[in-house]
């Protein structure tokens, strides 16, 4: 009952914050490079399937002991 | 490979004879760790060497209060200008506790792996030690790099903030291409109140987001900084309350053995380090 009162606990930013950056350390790649990556799949990918790429997703995440690059792009099917 | 937190109950023994004490960030207390850790292993009957390779920026010596006794150091054995145990200290306190100073004088160009790893092999093998503790300098440079190349195991300090944990990581990495296979986490300066009302990472968290083993909790204590001023390491003053920095570090020690030691409550029993006992070997 106390929940609407207190505040958010900055721990749970800085741990968010953390694994976020050092996804991208891990990786070896600068956030900015990231947003490159993200457009120039995104031209390759519309390239294939016309306007197609709008909800193109891309991160890092780790599985296990590995930096994995996960480009998630759901497509629409037109039967 | 990192280990998932946690991923063994207990057994945080480390092998290694010759260990780096690291953390990529400077000042969150590596020195301080060195000095305690390897006084407390000493204290257990191990004939220990604390070597400190911050080359220009020496410290070690004046944490342990032997800094009237330095006339030889690292760099004057790696040249030649002494024989090694020349530039062996002994301890006031502690009789199979030995240090080997910095150089003061010269830079880190004077630094080399292969003398470091000879001087290491020299200490194990021909002088008898059991245990060499390698006080790493702050970065990941030449000195860093060094320190860590006659190193089988790792000792890697971190606070609970972002630089630090950021950096711990960093070096985490390092030691892996290095293949030292040992790397165990101290957690330094742990403010319990804080981690309490939300404002600190817990020690799940830091484990959870670093992925290697935990070796240590040490609360931040004001005694700390009280024992270095007068240069007598914590670790050696006995007795007093369980949650303090000493015995977290006299209980590094212990783990460092081999030994089953749990985690004291640093909270009181209430809440957040109660399910710590359960999780990292505790009873």
Same mark, same amino acid.
């Given at each position: 009952m106390f929940g609407f009162f207190r505040r958010r606990r900055s721990k749970d930013d800085l741990k968010q914050r953390l694994k976020l950056v050092l996804s991208y350390d891990r990786a070896r790649l600068s956030p900015g490079k990231m947003e490159q990556l993200k457009r120039e799949l995104l031209g390759v990918v519309e390239?294939?399937?016309?306007?197609?790429?709008?909800?193109?997703? =891309?991160?890092?995440?780790?599985?296990?002991?590995?930096? =994995?690059?996960i480009a998630d792009l759901p497509r629409s099917s037109h039967r | 490979? $990192?280990?998932?937190?946690? !991923?063994?109950?207990? &057994?945080?023994?480390?092998?290694? /004879?010759?260990?780096?004490?690291?953390? &990529? /960030?400077?000042?969150?207390? /590596?020195t301080t760790t060195t000095a305690n850790v390897g006084a407390a292993l000493a204290k257990l009957g191990e004939r220990v060497a604390v070597v400190d390779t911050d080359v220009g920026l020496r410290n070690l010596d004046v944490v342990m209060g032997l800094e009237g006794r330095v006339v030889f150091d690292l760099i004057d054995v790696f040249e030649g200008r002494c024989k090694l145990r020349q530039a062996l200290i002994r301890d006031k306190r502690v009789e199979t506790l030995h240090l080997i100073a910095?150089?003061?004088?010269? @830079?880190?160009s004077a630094l080399?792996?292969?003398?470091?790893?000879?001087?290491?092999r020299a200490l194990l093998e021909d002088e008898g030690f059991d245990r060499v503790l390698i006080d790493? #300098?702050?970065? +990941?440079?030449?000195?860093?790099?060094? %320190?860590?190349?006659?190193?089988?195991?790792?000792?890697?300090? *971190?606070n609970p903030e972002? !630089? !630090?944990?950021?950096? %711990?990581?960093?070096? +985490?990495?390092?030691?892996?291409?290095?293949? +030292?296979?040992? *790397?165990r986490l101290i957690i330094n300066r742990l403010r319990p109140k804080m981690v309490k009302r939300g404002d600190m990472l817990e020690v799940s968290d830091v484990l959870d987001i670093l992925g290697v083993k935990l070796i240590g909790i040490v609360p931040e204590?004001?005694?700390v900084l009280v024992s270095t001023n007068v240069g007598n390491p914590l670790a050696l003053e006995d007795g007093g309350p369980k949650a303090t920095a000493g015995s977290a570090f006299? @209980?590094? %020690?212990?783990?460092?053995?081999?030994? @089953?030691?749990?985690? #004291?409550?640093?909270?009181?029993? /209430?809440?957040?380090? !109660?399910?710590? $006992?359960?999780?990292?070997?505790?009873?």
């Open positions: 390239k294939y399937f016309p306007s197609d790429g709008d909800d193109l997703n =891309v991160r890092f995440e780790q599985h296990g002991d590995r930096m =994995v690059l | 490979m $990192r280990e998932a937190a946690g !991923s063994e109950e207990a &057994g945080t023994l480390v092998n290694a /004879k010759a260990i780096v004490v690291t953390s &990529g /960030k400077g000042g969150v207390g /590596k910095a150089s003061q004088t010269k @830079d880190k080399s792996e292969a003398r470091m790893r000879e001087t290491v790493s #300098p702050a970065g +990941i440079e030449s000195g860093f790099q060094t %320190a860590a190349a006659a190193a089988h195991g790792a000792l890697v300090v *971190v972002v !630089s !630090s944990v950021r950096d %711990a990581d960093r070096i +985490i990495g390092l030691l892996e291409a290095r293949e +030292i296979t040992e *790397v204590d004001e005694r006299r @209980d590094i %020690a212990r783990r460092i053995g081999g030994e @089953d030691v749990a985690y #004291p409550d640093l909270d009181g029993g /209430k809440g957040v380090f !109660s399910g710590l $006992r359960r999780l990292f070997g505790g009873r």
